[in-house]
């Protein structure tokens, strides 16, 4: 819904709103769950970093956000709405739709996979907004379950157009864009297109492709094509090597080979003169009315969600700064665990019994799956993101502290393993000011900064970590 048109004609800016919690973080961004100050309202913040957009060189994404986004309005119930758009001296803010009950991955996992009544009901609801994509002239070019979010009555919000393409924009923009994605490509390695992989042009049909893959997620719980690198990711996506488990319904499984077809021009939908048209005749989508959807389905796991209700404190002020963004990040970093008991002040990061030990574990598997896999099933003891040095570019990288021990570091926008710092009785961490730390290990030195300021609590981590496992022998 629209703001009043009062609410038009006011700038917003930060001080508006009260900002409770991070609730996403990207590349260059962070979303913050927040309070309108004067209707109380709540919505999802997205906020810029001015001097990451710059160094980043990602201004024309943000632009294309923007764009597409005003391009999409308000029509289309499945799209996460832009109410305003402001900024200061040092990021900028999109004021979004709130997506209070999270992702569909988040629900994937919690569910393991969805029943087959489901899946046609979120199935359906996809391609309708794929056909609204089409008749806007957009493609998406990252559609995957983390970009699927479900607004309080479950229905979807599709996020995340940074990489959208808006057909028919001046080519030459476009040309520039593909200069610059030579040896990259647009898109989540598990959920891209092999003609986006191909560098050829993108179409709608790029976003079909994707849809199949999360048909497919949705229905075993798995992405189909996996690997422990994006390389071998790619090589299966372009011989299409994946597999359907034992029993697949097999009306699914014709559905999703329609889509999952090497050639853009030959998957189901890519050439209908009327959008979408042969979807929606697929006898997968048989008992679907198209005019009238219905009532979501009830998830086994939706009733579980009640304890991941977000509630903005009463005591926090108005407004963003350096110091709060900080606070907010420091909660989010934290490990979700039981609060420690009072007479425990000085409790070191490693003493755990087997029991935390075991319940950790569990409540990492079903909270945080994705790193729970990279990490080879190790508890996470501390992560967040971190800049990553090598030679002058610095790379984003969520830095994961795990017993065992590890210190693993992800691609955050890929979510593929980039590495781990080895561990010896010589690795020692070095703090240079409150961002900047180094982990020293025999054969090379590890140049980390930490966004938001964080650099010795990490040091203290990892000393403690090392303590446990490598306990200096008294003399």
Same mark, same amino acid.
């Given at each position: 819904m629209p703001p009043p048109n009062d609410e038009l004609v006011r700038k917003r800016t930060s001080a508006d709103f009260v900002f409770g919690k991070v609730i996403g973080e990207g590349s260059f961004s962070t979303v913050y769950l927040a309070k309108d100050v004067h209707t109380s309202r709540e919505f999802a913040i997205k906020?810029?970093?001015?001097r990451h957009i710059i160094r980043e060189k990602k201004t024309e994404? /943000?632009?294309?956000?923007k764009k597409v986004l005003q391009i999409l309005g308000s029509s289309c119930k499945y799209f996460v709405h832009l109410y305003y758009t402001f900024q200061d001296t040092d990021r900028l803010y999109f004021v979004l739709t709130y997506a209070k009950n999270g992702e569909?991955?988040?629900?994937?996992?919690?569910?393991?996979?969805?029943?087959? $009544?489901?899946?046609?009901y979120y199935a359906a609801e996809l391609v309708l907004a794929l056909e609204y994509l089409k008749l806007k002239g957009i493609v998406h070019r990252d559609l995957k379950p983390e970009n699927v979010l479900f607004d +309080?009555?479950?229905?979807?919000?599709?996020?995340?157009?940074?990489?959208?393409?808006?057909?028919?924009?001046d080519k030459s923009s476009d040309e520039e864009s593909q200069k610059r994605r030579?040896?990259?490509?647009?898109?989540?390695?598990?959920?891209?297109?092999?003609?986006?992989?191909?560098?050829? $042009?993108?179409?709608?049909?790029?976003?079909?492709?994707?849809?199949?893959?999360?048909?497919?997620?949705?229905?075993?719980?798995?992405?189909?094509?996996?690997?422990?690198s994006e390389y071998l990711i790619f090589q299966k996506i372009l011989k299409l090597d994946y597999e359907f488990p034992q029993g697949f319904d097999k009306v699914a499984k014709d559905l999703i080979e329609k889509f999952l077809v090497i050639a853009p021009s030959s998957r189901l939908?890519?050439?209908?003169?009327?959008p979408y048209k042969s979807i929606r005749e697929h006898e997968f989508f048989r008992e679907i009315n198209w005019d009238d959807l219905g009532p979501p389905p009830n998830f086994s796991a939706k009733c $579980?969600?009640?304890?991941?209700?977000?509630?903005?404190?009463?005591?926090? +002020?108005?407004?963003?700064?350096?110091?709060?963004?900080?606070?907010?990040?420091?909660?989010?970093?934290?490990?979700?665990?039981?609060?420690?008991?009072?007479? $425990?002040?000085?409790?070191?990061?490693?003493d755990l019994s087997q029991e935390e030990i075991e319940q950790r574990l569990e409540q990492q598997k079903s909270n945080n799956s994705v790193y729970h896999e990279l990490v080879e099933g190790n508890l996470i003891l501390k992560q967040g993101i971190v800049e990553k040095r090598k030679g002058i570019f610095p790379?984003?990288?969520?830095?994961?502290?795990?017993?065992?021990?590890?210190?693993?570091? /992800?691609?955050?926008?890929?979510?593929?393993?980039?590495? +781990?710092?080895?561990?010896?009785?010589?690795?020692?961490p070095e703090a240079k000011n409150f961002k900047k730390f180094f982990v020293h290990t025999p054969n090379r030195i590890y140049y980390l900064e930490d966004p938001d300021g964080y650099a010795l609590e990490w040091c203290k981590a990892i000393d403690e970590v090392k303590a446990y496992y490598y306990p200096v022998q008294q003399l």
């Open positions: 906020v810029l970093e001015k994404y /943000v632009t294309r956000e569909l991955l988040q629900q994937i996992n919690k569910d393991g996979a969805f029943s087959l $009544e489901c899946t046609k +309080e009555n479950w229905h979807i919000l599709i996020i995340d157009f940074g990489s959208a393409k808006i057909l028919g924009e030579k040896y990259s490509f647009v898109g989540t390695a598990q959920y891209v297109s092999p003609e986006i992989l191909n560098d050829d $042009e993108s179409t709608c049909a790029s976003d079909l492709w994707a849809l199949g893959c999360i048909i497919y997620q949705m229905l075993t719980g798995q992405m189909p094509f996996r690997g422990p939908g890519a050439t209908d003169q009327v $579980e969600n009640s304890s991941d209700i977000v509630i903005i404190p009463d005591d926090l +002020e108005p407004g963003l700064d350096e110091e709060k963004a900080s606070r907010l990040h420091f909660r989010m970093l934290q490990p979700q665990t039981p609060p420690r008991k009072k007479s $425990e002040p000085n409790r070191k990061i490693t790379r984003r990288r969520m830095l994961l502290l795990t017993l065992g021990p590890h210190l693993y570091y /992800v691609d955050p926008v890929t979510m593929t393993l980039k590495g +781990e710092i080895p561990w010896s009785d010589d690795l020692k």
